[in-house]
């Protein structure tokens, strides 16, 4: 071998070389974690989780007499203008158009 090629050797007084000290101390904080934490590594602050704030539940109002019946007119209005939808989707639904070959045409109008 060359003087290139070939490994050197440092002279040693006996003891292990700073990659056997390295091994050393990593084996050490996987066998022993709990001997090497250090101050830092512990929180500075404990922080509690937020508890979530329940509103308090509003009183119930009593509704009045004329309050009641407006409410009962609206909904009799409600009432009416779904019948009349239902009624309308039921006719478009029955709705049928056919051809017979001539020259058609065809017109929609509106009702209202």
Do not use: Y
């Amino acid at each position: 071998m060359t003087k290139i090629t070939s490994p050197v050797l440092k002279p040693t007084n006996g003891g292990a070389s700073k990659e056997e000290n390295a091994v050393l101390a990593a084996a050490k904080t996987v066998l022993n974690p709990e001997e090497t934490k250090t101050e830092e590594q512990k929180p500075l602050l404990k922080v509690e989780p937020e508890k979530p704030v329940v509103p308090a539940p509003e009183p119930v109002k009593e509704m009045t007499l004329m309050e009641k019946i407006l409410k009962v007119e609206n909904l009799q209005l409600v009432i009416e203008k779904r019948a009349k939808l239902v009624q309308t989707r039921s006719e478009l639904e029955r709705f049928q158009t056919a051809s017979n070959d001539f020259n058609c045409s065809m017109r929609a109008d509106d009702s209202a």
